[in-house]
């Protein structure tokens, strides 16, 4: 069993589902794709890389010599800063998992507003259906405080139901 959460910290509350997802999934056939992640550690480590570069030719050489080459590479380095950030804004919002099973792709976001009890789930298709649903958390969690596993597959499963007739 896992530990218990305060309930009354929609935050903690969403971070414990969201935590959970991948397993629930996992056992309704779904198998989670990182290509957001991958993309995201791409983008990343290419801003990694130019940083050190800059910071190798500034060790090497001498100043005057490798200004031009360090002003290109600022400029880029802001540059994939800006695709980085783009990405994260618009791209990956805020999806939590990706996956995939024998018929379709799926992407779940999540969110929260702030003192209501509610979880707000979006599902998303590979045909672009969406379908957002919203979870009152005292129907998976205890008294307690702990996650009725059970209760909260059987509500993914029956969103994924809606989104599967929806797209009928």
């Not at 976001?109 to 979006?122: G, H, M, Q, R, W």
């Not at 129907?139 to 059970?150: A, D, I, M, R, T």
Request: hydrophobic share 40%; glycine share 4%; with cysteine.
């Amino acid at each position: 069993m896992s530990k218990p959460v305060n309930v009354y910290s929609i935050s903690e509350v969403s971070q414990t589902l969201n935590e959970n997802l991948p397993d629930v999934l996992g056992r309704l056939g779904y198998t989670e794709t990182f290509e957001l992640v991958d993309q995201k550690l791409l983008i990343g480590y290419s801003v990694a890389g130019v940083a050190a570069i800059s910071f190798i030719i500034d060790k090497q050489f001498v100043h005057k010599d490798i200004v031009k080459y360090q002003q290109y590479l600022v400029g880029f380095y802001c540059g994939l800063s800006v695709i980085f950030w783009l990405f994260k804004k618009y791209v990956e919002k805020s999806v939590v998992y990706s996956g995939k099973n024998d018929t379709e792709t799926i992407k779940v976001k999540t969110s929260y507003e702030d003192a209501k009890p509610l979880y707000t789930v979006t599902l998303i298709s590979n045909n672009k259906k969406t379908f957002v649903s919203t979870l009152e958390i005292n129907k998976v969690f205890n008294k307690e405080g702990y996650l009725q596993s059970e209760l909260f597959m059987e509500w993914v499963k029956q969103q994924l139901a809606t989104l599967s007739n929806k797209r009928q």
